[in-house]
């Protein structure tokens, strides 16, 4: 399976991804975390029910990103997610995590809709989450103070049975090329 529990052996790995200048800045925190604060940070979200925290592996076992899971209401099945690839990674592997994590989310979590909120700045995630079949459901503005000023934040929703149908679209039309 290409998406496995984060353990504490990912965290120097996924603190060096995060604290990628080009990862750092798509963040809502992105001030350069420490890896004591890292550790501590991890420590409590293993502790949590409502969150889950995931590295993808490419089929050689290379991890190749961090996916998660947030605010995750089991009764009413929906959550927040996010992800971030390996900023040297291969073209294709945001697109590849992504489905995998949405296909976990909705076939094996068996939850009912997935959320996200992204930074207005962050062109190539309103992009990414608009080719996964993401719905616009409001803008947020000047919702965020980030280190460039004020910016809007883009909220998106994608419901199961949404999916399974852009799913198809998305892997049929791809199916020629390399996702």
């Given at each position: 399976?290409?998406?496995?529990?984060?353990e504490?052996?990912?965290?120097?790995?996924?603190?060096?991804?995060?604290?990628?200048?080009?990862?750092?800045?798509?963040?809502?925190?992105?001030?350069?975390?420490?890896?004591?604060?890292?550790?501590?940070?991890?420590?409590?979200?293993?502790?949590?029910?409502?969150?889950?925290?995931?590295?993808?592996?490419?089929?050689?076992?290379?991890?190749?990103?961090?996916?998660?899971?947030?605010?995750?209401?089991?009764?009413?099945?929906?959550?927040?997610?996010?992800?971030?690839?390996?900023?040297?990674?291969?073209?294709?592997?945001?697109?590849?995590?992504?489905?995998?994590?949405?296909?976990?989310?909705?076939?094996?979590?068996?939850?009912?809709?997935?959320?996200?909120?992204?930074?207005?700045?962050?062109?190539?995630?309103?992009?990414?989450?608009?080719?996964?079949?993401?719905?616009v459901?409001?803008?947020?503005r000047?919702?965020?103070?980030?280190?460039?000023?004020?910016?809007?934040?883009?909220?998106?929703?994608?419901?199961?049975?949404?999916?399974?149908?852009?799913?198809?679209?998305?892997?049929?039309?791809?199916?020629?090329?390399?996702?």
């Open positions: 399976m290409p998406l496995r529990k984060i504490e052996a990912d965290l120097e790995l996924m603190l060096s991804w995060r604290n990628h200048p080009s990862i750092r800045q798509s963040m809502f925190s992105q001030s350069v975390i420490l890896f004591d604060q890292h550790r501590a940070w991890f420590r409590r979200q293993a502790q949590k029910d409502d969150c889950l925290w995931l590295i993808y592996e490419t089929h050689e076992n290379r991890p190749a990103g961090i996916v998660y899971f947030t605010d995750m209401d089991h009764a009413s099945k929906n959550a927040f997610w996010g992800f971030y690839a390996d900023p040297e990674a291969q073209p294709g592997t945001g697109t590849r995590m992504g489905i995998e994590a949405i296909d976990l989310y909705f076939r094996e979590l068996d939850f009912h809709k997935l959320n996200a909120e992204v930074l207005e700045k962050n062109e190539r995630s309103l992009r990414f989450h608009r080719k996964l079949g993401f719905e459901e409001g803008v947020f000047d919702q965020y103070l980030g280190e460039e000023g004020f910016q809007s934040v883009t909220r998106f929703g994608l419901l199961a049975a949404e999916w399974a149908e852009h799913r198809k679209v998305l892997t049929a039309s791809s199916s020629n090329n390399s996702l």
